[in-house]
């Protein structure tokens, strides 16, 4: 009797493990099919997914690129104010005035509101007039080096002439030989370095600078550099193309 129910009680445990084995194995089986089912609709999923996806790194991308953008063209025209403004300084402490306002004001942009075809490379108007201290000899640059001078004041606006222009005739000096000559343009987005001495050593990479002038363009005022021999004359001078520090093609506001 003792032997049957032990028989009995073996039998029932071995059902009963049986039947929890076959359960596991179930829900083990079922959790695999739901990962396949679950991966197989996420794959379904990406396609009409994915434009919106690219589409929000496209988003991020660009508003990473345009505040990187929006400062650095901030720190250049900081910088380019800057430089302007030391190399005033120095040409200042190298004797003669610069302005007839103020110069402990800071330096000031103004904006370029129209430059002709027929007189691209002759002058430019800017917004700034008479109101703003501006008055005619006034020398205005770009990127800290000089590119004309106001020719014409209004009360709003004002017309400077660029060194590209044919009548534009200044005094210049090649800083390391210290050779005088005179810089014009020739109309036509070149600018020209004139009645230098033959024979001088003067080479290319040398820096053109502006020679003593007159209360508004003293010495010392950054032009460019000797970018190679234009002409040799027979009357013991030498003419030099010069490469202008600033991009003279493209500029949207000067510095006075």
Known sequence: MENRHSTTRE???GLTALILSLFLLGVSSGLGVIKNIVDIWGAVLFIPEYPAVVMREMFLKWRSWSNDTNFLNSEVTRLSNENAELRLELAELAGGKIYSYDKKQETR?????LRAPMSWWSEIRIDRGGNDNITQGLPIFSSGYLIGRVSTVSVMSSWAELITSSSFMIPAVIEETRELGVIAGDGNGSVLL???PSGRGIRSGMKVSTAMIGEQL???LPIGKISGEFTAGNDGYTTYR???GANLSRFYTVTY
């Open 11 to 13: 039998l029932v445990h």
């Open 109 to 113: 942009t103004a904006r370029v509101t």
């Open 194 to 196: 004139h009645y230098i």
């Open 218 to 220: 003293p010495p010392g």
């Open 242 to 244: 010069i490469e202008p």
